[in-house]
């Protein structure tokens, strides 16, 4: 559950993480390579891909402390639910809307 959240987090800040960092979390979190097959893949040790998921790690969580973006994402979806029972009729606005506020919209 926590790597679920931390997944979501991942793609809320990642943009935030350099390149390399990027790349390291994107093969650990989304590909599920091990720390071996991405030390192979990246000419480096076990250790330095241990080190990095965890600087990474900690800084996502950083961000999500300081900035509360996933809270005030779900509380702006909660809002967007409540008005669109009495306003049916912005059905679709309102679906798109939370969808970017998912972080849904990847490749759109």
């Known amino acids: ?9 991942l793609d809320r800040y990642g943009s935030l993480l ?8 994107d ?25 990095c998921l965890a600087k990474c790690r900690k800084k996502i ?4 402390e300081n900035l509360h973006a996933e809270e005030i994402a779900s509380g702006a979806i909660d809002a967007l639910n409540a008005f669109g029972k009495d306003h049916p009729e912005y059905g679709a606005e309102i679906s ?13």
């Open 61 to 64: 969580e950083w961000y999500e």
């Open 27 to 51: 093969l650990y979190y989304n590909y599920d390579l091990s720390l071996a097959e991405i030390a192979e893949q990246k000419e480096c040790s076990r250790q330095s891909v241990s080190d």
């Open 1 to 9: 559950m926590a790597d679920l959240r931390f997944s979501r987090l």
């Open 96 to 108: 798109k809307i939370i969808r970017l506020l998912k972080n849904e919209n990847q490749g759109e």
């Open 18 to 25: 350099t390149e390399t960092q990027r790349e390291i979390t």
